[in-house]
């Protein structure tokens, strides 16, 4: 089994107000200082030691790709959602991981959160089959597309949009915190959901490509799938 899955995030705001020096009261302006002054990369985006977890979709499929259950969580209490995480990553003894950015991000996002709420992960995730850097149990597209490194990291909203699959419809990541003070938390979960389809299917384009899935079998998987990503992406605009 797999678990292909994603995680949305906004700014832990009260630990980066602890963290640092002279942090103004204005949320707007300590995001700025933070950004400066922790950010990396062009974006100045956070590293995942400084984000809170709001949001996360997961799709288990067989080996073979079959989807078997969507499982997710969103909402304001961290902790609940790390322990709905937990507990749905201890339904299966062996499986792998598919995601985009996850070891860059969302892996040791969880690491770092589970930490801060006192709370122990399943043993898998700490097993040589996913800890391994080149393991085939913990799959992330942009290692699968960049050859770990020795070519550029693709965007998912670029894959997609090379592979004729429309990504990134719902929102943007920098729309998560808009969405999160409101409150709507539906919305995020949406958006959530999107992106694990869209990455789902991109796996099953590799698959195909890759000579590991047999055309027909790729067919019928990608219609399906392109199915429920248009029916995400329509309740969204409803």
């Given amino acids: 089994m797999y678990f292909v899955f994603d995680i949305e995030t906004i700014p ?3 630990f980066l107000r602890m963290i640092l020096e002279e942090a103004p009261d204005d949320d ?18 956070l590293p995942p030691m400084y984000h809170q977890m709001v949001s996360w979709v997961g799709l288990w499929i067989t080996d073979t790709g079959e989807p ?3 499982v997710s969580w969103a909402g304001p209490n961290e902790r609940e959602g790390l322990v709905q995480l937990i507990e749905t990553l201890r339904t299966y003894k062996d499986f792998g991981v598919i995601h985009h950015n996850g070891k860059g991000f969302d892996l040791p996002l969880i690491t770092y959160r589970a930490m801060r709420h006192g709370l122990q992960l399943p043993a898998r995730l700490s097993n040589h089959d996913i800890r391994y850097r080149y393991s085939r149990h913990n799959l992330d597209l942009m290692d699968e ?4 490194g020795a070519s550029s990291f693709p965007k998912l909203k670029h894959i997609g ?5 429309p990504v990134k419809v719902t929102g943007e990541g920098d729309q998560v915190m808009e969405m999160f003070e409101k409150g709507d938390f539906e919305q995020i979960e949406r958006y959530c959901h999107e992106d694990v389809m869209a990455t789902y299917l991109i796996w099953l384009h590799l698959q195909f490509t890759n000579g590991s899935m047999m055309l027909r079998e790729f067919d019928d998987l990608r219609t399906r799938a392109m199915a429920k990503l248009r029916e995400i992406q329509e309740k969204a605009d409803e």
């Fill in 161 to 165: 949009a090379l592979l004729g699959i």
């Fill in 145 to 148: 597309f960049s050859n770990f």
């Fill in 12 to 14: 832990d705001i009260p």
């Fill in 68 to 70: 078997r259950q969507k």
């Fill in 28 to 45: 707007e302006a300590l995001l700025e200082l933070a950004s400066e002054t922790l950010g990396q990369g062009k974006a100045r985006f």
